[in-house]
């Protein structure tokens, strides 16, 4: 009978981190970016936040993340609370992103020409690629005229938006694009890099806005709203308040596009699903 090899033992390393950063930390953070953004940080992003914020602490020369926690809550951290913000927010984007809402999207217009203005909002526009698609497919959709169209371009990111309003992206980017789009829309750039026409940029404002604030500010309706792909980084009650909010700023035959993987089955007195992640208005109930 052969005798078992007991297991062995590894040792167990502690990461070293430049800056203090305990638990304790990390749930302060995580409850300022809740209570700021709406953002339900999961407990298993410690290192992603650690990650994301120590070039801030470094930049302040501050000693530990209490210390730079400690300042933001302070009347001096005011400014810096949008650099913390804008760490911790995720913009991942791309265009024409989720392509099926941009034909439906496109049928939708044509369907609404000859009606006056259209207003379409981007809630979530990130660095600018979701209302750049918005406007090439308006103009795609009313060719050889300017479309009656008006795209609000909204994020909580201020540094997003700069990039946005820019309409400046690498080759890279903008070798994604259906054929023809980029030299339709985009001008080539001595660096390389490409800039949106003025007739896309002329379409859209840009402007930032916080989906949990209690005013937003909004005194219209929209034809459709863009909302993709961001509340899945809210938990339930601040889904169900943003979408409450939402409702009355939706003309009766209004869209609202959502992100692939966010279901508003709860949500159900407000909007009903009328295609692949596309809601419109629910019916009142009898």
């Not at 890099?193 to 930032?208: E, G, P």
Request: overall charge positive.
């Amino acid at each position: 009978m052969q005798n078992k090899i007991p297991p062995i033992e590894l040792p167990k390393f502690e990461l070293k981190r430049e800056f203090g950063f305990s638990d304790q930390d990390f749930e302060r953070i995580r409850a300022l970016i809740h209570k700021e953004a709406g953002i339900a940080l999961n407990p298993t992003k410690k290192d992603m936040v650690y990650g994301r914020l120590v070039r801030r602490i470094r930049e302040l020369k501050l000693p530990t993340f209490a210390a730079y926690i400690d300042f933001l809550q302070s009347i001096a951290g005011k400014r810096e609370f949008e650099q913390f913000v804008n760490a911790l927010t995720t913009n991942l984007t791309f265009f024409f992103r989720e392509e099926h809402h941009f034909q439906i999207l496109g049928e939708f217009l044509r369907s609404l020409a000859g009606k006056g203005e259209i207003n379409l909002w981007c809630s979530a526009a990130s660095s600018g690629e979701e209302p750049y698609s918005i406007a090439m497919t308006a103009l795609e959709s009313f060719p050889g005229s300017k479309p009656p169209i008006h795209i609000i371009a909204t994020d909580l990111d201020t540094s997003m938006l700069e990039v946005g309003r820019k309409g400046i992206y690498s080759a890279e980017k903008i070798a994604k694009l259906p054929a023809g789009y980029a030299v339709k829309y985009f001008d080539k750039l001595p660096d390389g890099s490409y800039q949106a026409k003025a007739l896309l940029r002329d379409l859209i404002q840009f402007s930032r806005l916080n989906l949990i604030d209690g005013n937003w500010g909004m005194r219209k309706q929209f034809d459709a709203i863009f909302c993709r792909n961001v509340m899945i980084y809210f938990d339930r009650d601040t889904q169900f308040a943003v979408l409450k909010k939402f409702h009355p700023l939706l003309k009766s035959h209004g869209l609202l596009f959502v992100g692939h993987s966010e279901n508003f089955y709860f949500a159900s007195d407000y909007f009903a699903l009328k295609g692949k992640t596309v809601y419109q208005l629910a019916k009142p109930k009898a």
